[in-house]
């Protein structure tokens, strides 16, 4: 079957200009994730949606990040005004449920390039 | 210190070899233990998921966990040149999804035909 596909799968953009990256879990998954690959750093993980509820936000880099869910499928995560260092590639991955966390699936990936 | 230490490498084996990968971690709530591999410009693609502490085996690759002394490894039996990628340790504290994955910055695996 399908697995989790992202779009676009690069992205160049001016700093201060706003990106949006999408996703797309396996079908009938209702967890999905997002998390930050920088060079050096590794992954990091930065918001879960159970359904369309996402119950902390806290490991957004900033309040310039945000994410949102709807239908519980397709996922948007923003990024407003973008810095240099939010250059990294951005994963999705999604779980059947949240409670198989342990069990994720990760797309290719969108990797953004701020100049 | 990081809550999840991997050696970088490059790890470089003639094929055939066995190949052991390692991570130590430093909190002792992680529950869950999995490994991941990552082609260049892919996403991570899950291997095995281990819960607690004991063995997995499936087909040429084999995960321990040892929880007491939190060290966890990869096994890669008659590796192939096709198995150089980077290896991701990646650790959760529950089944729960709130906190996501804790990942080791990777292994980088060379495997020389």
């Known amino acids: 079957g399908a697995g989790v596909s992202q779009s676009p799968s690069n992205k160049v953009t001016e700093k201060g200009k706003d990106v949006e990256l999408r996703c797309d879990p396996i079908s009938g998954h209702t967890a999905l994730y997002w998390y930050r690959q920088s060079l050096g750093q590794g992954l990091e993980f930065l918001i879960y949606?159970?359904?369309?509820?996402?119950?902390?936000k806290s490991g957004l880099p900033s309040d310039r990040f945000s994410a949102e869910r709807t239908g519980g499928s397709v996922s948007t995560l923003t990024i407003q005004r973008t810095q240099q260092e939010d250059s990294a590639v951005y994963l999705c991955a999604s779980s059947s449920d949240g409670a198989r966390v342990y069990e994720q699936y990760f797309g290719p990936g969108t990797r953004l390039t701020v100049t | 210190q990081k809550e999840v230490e991997q050696d970088p490498g490059p790890l470089s084996v003639p094929e055939g070899a066995i190949v052991s990968l390692n991570c130590t971690y430093s909190n002792s709530a992680f529950q869950y233990f999995m490994w991941y591999r990552q082609y260049s410009r892919k996403g991570p693609e899950l291997l095995m998921y281990?819960?607690?502490?004991g063995n997995k085996e499936d087909g040429r690759f084999t995960a321990q966990v040892d929880k007491s002394s939190k060290y966890i490894s990869l096994f890669i039996r008659d590796s192939q040149p096709s198995d150089s990628a980077t290896y991701l340790c990646a650790m959760s504290y529950s089944g729960g999804g709130a906190d996501g994955l804790t990942f080791g910055k990777g292994t980088h695996l060379i495997i020389q035909p």
């Open positions: 949606f159970q359904g369309n509820s996402a119950p902390d």
């Open positions: 281990t819960y607690s502490s």
